[in-house]
Nanobody, 126 residues
Framework: QVQLVESGGGLVQAGGSLRLSCAAS????????MGWFRQAPGKEREFVAA????????YYADSVKGRFTISRDNAKNTVYLQMNSLKPEDTAIYYC???????????????????WGQGTQVTVSS
């Protein structure tokens, strides 16, 4: 089992950058595929980015491709989301998620993840 805590959210102007962090408890972080999701008011939670347990495979939603980068540091039990060229439509609560993995895959479906953080608010002003 893993517990996840996000940080790094805040208020930024359009065109700016933020880096989100998600710290995981436990000694088996490197066994988990990780993902970032977001949920804007009145909308469904949507996939943003995913990374395999070793970090060698990543995948992005089309809406963030080329602007966001997911990475992880297994020695620090942390996954990151670097967000550049932010737009007002990126405003949402951002959640990290983890799923135990035995095959080196990443996951894009919210129901594929068993573990979730509490979320961190990102607000992009125009």
């Amino acid at each position: 089992q893993v517990q996840l805590v996000e940080s790094g959210g805040g208020l930024v102007q359009a065109g700016g950058s933020l880096r989100l962090s998600c710290a995981a408890s436990g000694r088996t972080f490197s066994s988990y595929a990780m993902g970032w999701f977001r949920q804007a008011p009145g909308k469904e939670r949507e996939f943003v980015a995913a990374i395999s347990r070793g970090g060698g495979r990543t995948y992005y939603a089309d809406s963030v491709k080329g602007r966001f980068t997911i990475s992880r540091d297994n020695a620090k039990n942390t996954v990151y989301l670097q967000m550049n060229s932010l737009k007002p439509e990126d405003t949402a609560i951002y959640y990290c998620a983890g799923q135990r993995d035995y095959s080196g895959n990443y996951y894009v479906g919210r129901y594929e993840y068993a573990y979730w953080g509490q979320g961190t608010q990102v607000t992009v002003s125009s």
